[in-house]
C-alpha cells in the first residue's frame, strides 16, 4: 500500500494536462555530459519516470521555450543551473508571467533559497545555530577579513550549486584570493567558519502537507575534506559519501524542531533539503543551507530518504508533483485517487 502521505492523480487527470519538462539535458539519452556529468543521467531519468506514471510530457532543453506557445498546462522545471547567476528564477518568473504553474517555489522563495547569505540571516531570526560567516559581494567596497576567528575557512560562490567553486583555506590570504578569483568570474562570495561534525540532511517535501522525510546522514572517511563539484557530479572517481538514514533520536527530535521553526520562511514550496552540521563532541547543532531545488535523481539524499520510509522512486515523483498542481489549483481533491 502506497505510504498515507502519498498523492495519486487519476488516469483521466493524466490524459488532460500537458507537462514541459524543461531541464538542460531533458532531451538526452542518459549519457553522462564531460561537464555535467550525471546531471545529464539524471534528467533522463526523470523524464522517463514521468512518463512511466503516465504524465504527458514535452522535454525541452532551452530556456527560449518558455518564450514560444503556452500550449502546456504546468511546468516542470530542473532549470536552476542555467548559465547565468540567479538563473533558477528565470523560469519561475515567466511562468508566473504566463500565469502557468511551475514546480518548486516562488521566485522570491528561489532566490532567498539561493542566497546562503540570506537564508542564513533568516535562520538565525528563527533561533537556529549556524557556523559564522561574512558575505562579499561583487563591487563591494574593500575585501577585509572577517571579524570571527577560524582556524580553518569555506570559501564558495554565495548562490552556486553542487558545490561549485567551493574551497577551504587555512589563511585569510587564501580565502581573499578566492574571493576575488570568485568575483572575476561573476558570483558574489560567502566565507564561513568550518566547524568539526557531520552532514545531515532534512528532506521536506509536499504532500498533505509539509512532509518531513527520513533524516540522511553523509558519511564519509575524512570529516575534513570538502566534496568537489567534480565529485558530486561524479566526474572523478573519488566520491566516497555512503548515505545512511539517521537513527539518533534526540538529534531527530532538534532536527524537526528547527525545520518546523524554518518552513514559514520557504512554505509553500514542493521539495527541499535542509543541511546542518552535528559535532557529537560538542552537541552543536548548525544550520547550513537550504536548497529548493535539490537533486532527485534516484541516487540522491531526497530519494534514498523517501524509500527509507517506504516510498519508491516513482511514488515520491508523483506525490511532490501531484501537491505542487494542487496548491495551485490546477487540479482539485476530485482529481485525486
Not at 548559465?83 to 500565469?99: D, H, Q, R, T, W
Not at 566534496?227 to 559519501?241: A, F, I
Request: aromatic letters at 10%; a negative charge; one cysteine or more.
Amino acid at each position: 500500500m502506497p505510504h498515507e502521505q502519498c498523492l495519486r492523480l487519476k488516469d483521466s487527470a493524466k490524459e488532460r494536462l500537458k507537462i514541459l519538462f524543461l531541464a538542460k539535458w531533458a532531451e538526452g539519452d542518459g549519457t553522462p555530459d564531460h561537464e555535467d556529468g550525471t546531471h545529464a543521467t539524471y534528467h533522463y531519468e526523470l523524464r522517463e519516470t514521468l512518463r512511466t506514471i503516465g504524465f504527458n510530457i514535452e522535454a525541452c532543453g532551452r530556456y527560449e521555450r518558455l518564450f514560444e506557445a503556452r500550449d502546456y498546462d504546468f511546468l516542470f522545471t530542473l532549470f536552476n543551473r542555467g548559465g547565468f547567476v540567479n538563473s533558477e528564477m528565470l523560469a519561475p518568473l515567466i511562468s508566473s508571467y504566463n500565469k502557468i504553474p511551475y514546480l518548486g517555489a516562488s521566485p522570491i522563495l528561489r532566490g532567498l533559497g539561493d542566497d546562503k547569505h540570506l537564508m542564513k540571516l533568516a535562520a538565525k531570526n528563527r533561533g537556529l545555530s549556524t557556523p559564522d560567516w561574512e558575505i562579499y559581494r561583487r563591487g563591494c567596497p574593500s575585501i577585509n577579513a572577517p571579524d570571527f576567528k577560524s582556524d580553518r575557512l569555506v570559501v564558495k560562490p554565495n548562490a552556486s550549486s553542487a558545490s561549485w567553486g567551493i574551497k577551504a583555506v587555512e589563511s585569510w590570504a587564501g580565502a581573499k584570493e578566492h574571493i576575488e578569483y570568485l568575483h572575476a568570474r561573476g558570483h558574489d562570495a560567502i566565507v564561513e567558519d568550518f566547524v568539526d561534525g557531520y552532514e545531515l540532511a532534512v528532506p521536506i517535501i509536499g504532500g498533505k502537507g509539509p512532509w518531513i522525510l527520513p533524516i540522511v546522514r553523509f558519511v564519509v572517511d575524512d570529516p575534513m575534506a570538502i566534496r568537489s563539484y567534480e565529485q558530486k557530479r561524479h566526474l572523478t572517481p573519488s566520491d566516497d559519501v555512503v548515505l545512511e538514514i539517521y537513527k539518533q533520536q534526540p538529534i531527530i527530535d532538534r532536527l524537526h524542531r528547527h525545520a518546523e521553526n524554518i518552513l514559514p520562511e520557504i512554505w509553500p514550496c514542493d521539495y527541499a533539503r535542509m543541511e546542518f552540521k552535528y559535532d557529537p563532541a560538542t552537541d552543536a547543532l548548525n544550520f547550513l543551507e537550504i536548497n529548493l531545488s535539490c537533486n532527485l535523481w534516484s541516487k540522491k539524499a531526497v530519494p534514498f530518504s523517501a524509500r527509507g520510509a517506504g516510498v519508491e522512486y516513482p511514488e515520491l515523483i508523483e506525490t511532490i508533483l501531484c501537491h505542487s498542481m494542487l496548491r495551485q489549483g490546477l487540479i482539485s481533491p476530485a482529481d485525486l485517487i
